[in-house]
């Protein structure tokens, strides 16, 4: 536990980030204020050193706690010497990552410590090739000695860090494509082999007067049935299981109901599109044929 006063960068485990923004920062990105209050005009370079922090460092440093008031002494290259109050406390929000929202931060009011690199953040409707070429003409402008690089989209950004998970994604849906092909050749097979062990049957059945579509409807609800039992199965593995695949996932709950109701949907739909051409092989028998052969 951090104690009022106590130096934080030598405290353990120390701030994952810091940072320094403008007072519009936090409205411009939606982070709702919990407690105190945000960087405001009066924040100066000549006034007392202030910060905001995340829920995430509230609570790792001041559990069950209020934090704003207490004073803090962060070593980094952000911070200026000597000792900053806590005025503000902010809802965590994926500002490092879209996987975590609970790295503890902090924020330093620009206007009391001028950065040397600054990010802008531009919105509007403007071709993404010519923004920095039009930034540029602005900044330099101003200061023609000013360098201005890197400019990316929000498209870029979430693209590149989202590209490790995505390859993750698309693998998992390549072994996933390949499991479903092969349970539906496994499915063909075994409803395959049913009606070839079953010919007799279903041949006397026919020379008995059943029609058609009975035989038909026979075949498919054996194979439902197989279906039904093997994905009650796969249900029950998959929620035991489903908590190894949380680490893939953003957005979407391990245990979402609609996508397992989803994937029983579709395993279901194949499992009856793999006994369609073995029921209708079944329905198209002849009897007199299979009763000679037999």
């Known amino acids: 536990m951090i104690r009022e006063g106590q130096d934080l960068q030598r405290s353990q485990p120390p701030l994952v980030d810091t940072s320094i923004v403008s007072p519009e920062y936090f409205h411009l990105l939606g982070m709702t204020l919990l407690r105190g209050r945000l960087f405001?005009?009066?924040?100066?370079?000549?006034?007392?050193?202030?910060?905001?922090?995340?829920?995430?460092?509230?609570?790792?440093?001041w559990p069950n706690q209020d934090p704003v008031g207490k004073r803090i002494l962060v070593r980094s290259r952000v911070a200026k010497p000597g000792w900053t109050t806590i005025v503000g406390v902010i809802a965590d929000a994926r500002t490092e990552s879209l996987e975590d929202t609970g790295i503890p931060q902090i924020y330093f009011d620009i206007y009391q410590r001028p950065a040397k690199f600054l990010a802008f953040y531009l919105r509007g409707q403007v071709d993404p090739a010519a923004i920095l070429a039009q930034v540029r003409t602005q900044i330099q402008a101003v200061d023609a000695e000013l360098p201005v690089f890197r400019a990316e989209t929000l498209d870029?950004?979430?693209?590149?860090?989202?590209?490790?998970?995505?390859?993750?994604?698309?693998?998992?849906?390549?072994?996933?494509?390949?499991?479903?092909?092969?349970?539906?050749?496994?499915i063909y097979g075994t409803i395959s082999f049913l009606v070839n062990e079953q010919s007799r049957a279903f041949a006397i059945r026919l020379a008995l007067g059943a029609q058609k579509r009975d035989i038909l409807k026979m075949v498919l609800r054996q194979s439902l049935t197989l279906a039904a039992a093997g994905a009650g199965v796969g249900l029950i593995g998959a929620f035991i299981l489903s908590h190894l695949m949380a680490g893939l996932l953003y957005g979407v709950s391990p245990y979402d109901l609609s996508t397992f109701a989803g994937v029983t949907?579709?395993?279901?739909?194949?499992?009856?599109?793999?006994?369609?051409?073995?029921?209708?092989?079944?329905?198209r028998l002849d009897p007199i044929t299979t009763l000679h052969s037999e």
């Open 40 to 61: 405001i005009d009066q924040d100066l370079e000549d006034t007392p050193s202030v910060a905001v922090i995340n829920q995430a460092a509230a609570r790792t440093y």
């Open 265 to 283: 949907a579709v395993l279901t739909a194949v499992a009856i599109a793999a006994s369609y051409v073995p029921a209708l092989r079944a329905m």
């Open 156 to 186: 870029d950004v979430l693209s590149s860090s989202l590209s490790v998970r995505q390859f993750s994604m698309e693998m998992v849906a390549l072994f996933a494509a390949t499991a479903l092909l092969l349970a539906g050749l496994g």
